[in-house]
């Protein structure tokens, strides 16, 4: 099984709010990552957040980090259609490891 | 500065043949990693590099082989590909220091047929 989990896929209507969710099981991750994918392309860092912070805020972007159930999500507020992605949640440890990423679709 | 660069772009390989996949950062970074993507799998580490020299496993470096050169490039082998090895491959590299990884730049990605 993967040390990082996601759902696959979610959809949602242009302008509404998008959440994302992610479960890791390394309590001793230091950060955090969010990660997206544009098709045919490598990843790009979004956002991070210090694993000693529950809330993180950039523009529209706000990332939530529950420790205790080591649980963490983004919210994409005003999603466009340019948002549509594939989004993926990591941990820092010696190494990064991945989720499967979830496949956001933004419907116009 | 070109960052993460990869080669090849695209490969199509017959079972049993081998090859070399080649990765180059020019920021410095000392950690390198290869990840393989598969649909509905996301991002499997293959191995990485947490500085020259220094070569670890990761999830599943079974038919894989890395050398970290020198600190620029980290070079991913398939000695006897199969078609299980089809895949797309990126590299990253990040800066690793005081039990943080920062931002990790990816290459473009080789996708490679096993046929």
């Known amino acids: 099984g993967e040390d990082v989990e996601q759902s696959l896929f979610l959809s949602v209507r242009e302008g509404d709010s998008s959440v994302i969710n992610c479960t890791y099981t390394?309590?001793?991750?230091?950060?955090l990552y969010w990660y997206k994918q544009e098709p045919g392309a490598g990843l790009q860092l979004l956002t991070y957040?210090?694993?000693?912070?529950d809330m993180k805020q950039d523009q529209r972007l706000t990332v939530l980090l529950n420790k205790k159930d080591k649980h963490l999500s983004l919210r994409i507020a005003d999603t466009q259609t340019g948002d549509s992605a594939i989004y993926f949640c990591?941990?820092?440890?010696?190494?990064?490891?991945f989720g499967a990423g979830t496949r956001l679709t933004v419907k116009p | 500065n070109a960052g993460v660069t990869q080669t090849p772009k695209f490969q199509v390989l017959k079972t049993g043949q081998s090859m070399t996949l080649q990765c180059a950062q020019d920021?410095?970074?000392?950690?390198m990693y290869w990840y393989r993507q598969d649909p509905g799998m996301g991002l499997r580490l293959i191995y990485y590099?947490?500085?020259?020299?220094?070569?670890d496993k990761g999830e599943v470096p079974n038919g894989y082989n890395v050398s970290r050169l020198n600190k620029r490039e980290f070079s991913l082998r398939l000695e006897s590909a199969a078609p299980s090895q089809t895949s797309v491959y990126f590299c990253?590299?990040?800066?690793?220091?005081?039990?943080?990884?920062?931002?990790?730049?990816f290459g473009q990605g080789t996708r490679l047929t096993v046929v």
């Open positions: 990253a590299s990040t800066w690793t220091g005081g039990g943080m990884n920062t931002e990790a730049f």
């Open positions: 957040i210090f694993s000693n912070m």
């Open positions: 390394d309590s001793s991750s230091t950060y």
């Open positions: 990591a941990e820092s440890r010696d190494d990064m490891r």
């Open positions: 920021m410095n970074h000392n950690s």
């Open positions: 590099s947490a500085s020259e020299g220094t070569t």
